[in-house]
């Protein structure tokens, strides 16, 4: 196994991605950006560490420690946007959420570098991804859980405050609707704001492997990221972003998404 590459094997029905949470940026590709904190600004801060308590549940975890400005392993790689006529990043981004240039001028990955980050890293986090999915649907149905969060304000993406909980199954199409069920209703035992298919829908691990026929259920969960640590509420700067992980102020978050994985899970049991 690859040192950027990690995969925690567990024996429940579910499998959580964490795409995005990785920092690790090669010496020569971060030597071409414009900056380090900006190259890991748009990381999905924190969240392996909100959901660690998924491994006492018997879940499989797949995570790549790969900064997504260097490949976001949950883009198209045909480069076929996910949400046409809305702006977003593509598989090597060249700009932040915000739009500040990642690369130096004249130094943007081309398309034999764009290959190569893909043959290097994307294929292999996606080859162990459908290994696991695999093991486990030899024995029935299985959930796929993508796993990420964001800023609760980027105007360059959303209008206002982003909801609490983002559930995307892409209009119904990645999983049975009994299971987007089950997440909404664990989620609003919390109280706090939520959507179904809102402006996130689910990225491309949802949609590709998303296929409820062939017993894989895939749903993805973008957590507005006030929820467990703080949220600058205006500009973010290397003097207030990324926030520190606090314990307390996660741990109520951290019983939500237990409960929400224990639906998911049960789902799965439920169809085997």
């Known amino acids: 196994m690859q ?3 990690t995969v925690h094997e567990g024996s429940a029905p579910l499998v959580i991605g964490l795409p995005h949470t ?3 940026i090669p010496a020569a590709i971060e030597a071409r950006m414009t900056s380090g904190w900006l190259a890991r600004k748009d ?3 924190w969240v392996d560490r ?6 006492d549940m018997g879940a499989t975890l797949v995570r790549t420690g790969v900064s997504r400005s260097v490949i976001d392993v949950n883009r198209d790689p045909s480069g076929v946007s996910l949400y046409p006529g809305m702006t977003t990043t593509g598989l090597c981004p060249t700009e932040t959420f915000d739009g500040e240039p990642l690369y130096r001028a ?3 990955p081309d398309g034999a570098e764009i290959a190569e980050r893909r043959a290097t890293w994307f294929d292999p986090y996606h080859a162990a991804l459908q290994t696991q999915l695999d093991r486990l649907r030899g024995d029935g149905p299985v959930v796929l859980y993508d796993a990420h969060s964001i800023r609760s304000i980027v105007p360059r993406l959303f209008e ?12 119904g199409a990645t999983c049975a609707g009994d299971l987007t069920q089950a997440v909404e209703a664990a989620c609003a035992i919390s109280g706090a704001s939520l959507v179904v298919n809102g402006r996130f829908k689910g990225g491309w691990t949802t949609r590709h492997y998303g296929r409820p026929e062939t017993g894989v259920h895939a749903i993805q969960m973008e957590l507005a990221d006030r929820g467990y640590i703080l949220d600058p509420s205006g500009l973010v700067s290397p003097d207030n972003w990324p926030s520190p992980y606090e314990p307390e102020r996660a741990e109520p978050m951290r019983q939500h998404l237990h409960r929400v994985l224990t639906a998911c ?3 799965a049991e439920s169809q085997r």
């Open 22 to 24: 990785g920092t690790d």
């Open 3 to 5: 040192d950027w590459l």
């Open 265 to 267: 899970i049960a789902f």
């Open 160 to 171: 206002g405050e982003l909801p609490q909980f983002n559930i995307g199954d892409n209009d």
């Open 43 to 45: 990381a999905d801060w």
């Open 50 to 55: 909100l959901y660690d308590f998924a491994v």
């Open 106 to 108: 004249g130094q943007e």
